[in-house]
């Protein structure tokens, strides 16, 4: 896959996220959106504010490295950006274990997140414009878990696409189950 594709596909990938979080998830009542199926689940508002904790960082790591690079080059995934992008890909039905400073179980969240949540979306699709012209190769992204670890800066951006629809999967199953729950109740 060449840098272009892989720029173009984040981009389309990304549309996707934002059409669907406003044609699914901002017309959504308040008590859909906070709704948690037990005390170990996440509501909709707590999946996109742990999106917002990883978009906070990213999104910051990322233009950083991109600053730093040169022209662009055919981009190769590195095996350890291929690792991570494989662990977290919505495919990959296994649970992952949540690190607490990450975690945002317990809070207290309103719409507001959602909105937050697509402005950092909005901000990636420009620094997608920026990466268009670098060079991805370059191990410039620190790891968020682990900032000792650095991944290629394409490695980086495919990552945060991949852990963004996982979640948005996640956020579409408990809305349903939400509905489903509360129409039962109300019934």
């Known amino acids: 896959m060449t840098t272009q594709d892989l720029i173009f596909q984040l981009q389309n990938d990304i549309q996707q996220i934002i059409e669907t979080t406003e044609q699914e998830v901002l017309n959504l ?6 709704w948690k ?9 707590e999946c996109y504010e742990h999106l917002n904790i990883y978009n906070r960082y ?6 950083k490295a991109l600053s730093h690079s040169s022209s662009p080059q055919t981009f190769k995934p590195g095996w350890l950006g291929n690792y991570f992008v494989k662990m977290i890909a919505p495919s990959n039905e296994k649970p992952i274990k949540t690190m607490k400073h990450v975690d945002p179980k317990g809070s207290n969240l309103t719409f507001q997140v ?6 950092h979306q909005r901000k990636l699709l420009q620094i997608l414009n920026v990466a268009k012209s670098k060079n991805l190769n370059p191990r410039k992204v620190r790891v968020e878990f682990l900032k ?3 991944i290629k800066i394409g490695d980086g951006l495919r990552f945060v696409v991949a852990h963004e629809q996982r979640h ?6 408990t809305k349903k189950t939400a509905i489903s729950f509360l129409k039962k109740e109300v019934g």
Do not use: H, M
């Open 29 to 34: 009542d308040s008590e859909i959106v906070q």
């Open 37 to 45: 199926e037990n005390t170990d689940s996440w509501s909709v508002l």
């Open 58 to 63: 990213y999104n910051a790591e990322l233009e």
């Open 114 to 119: 959602v909105e937050e949540f697509l402005g």
């Open 148 to 150: 000792l670890l650095r």
């Open 168 to 173: 948005l999967q996640q956020v579409l199953k």
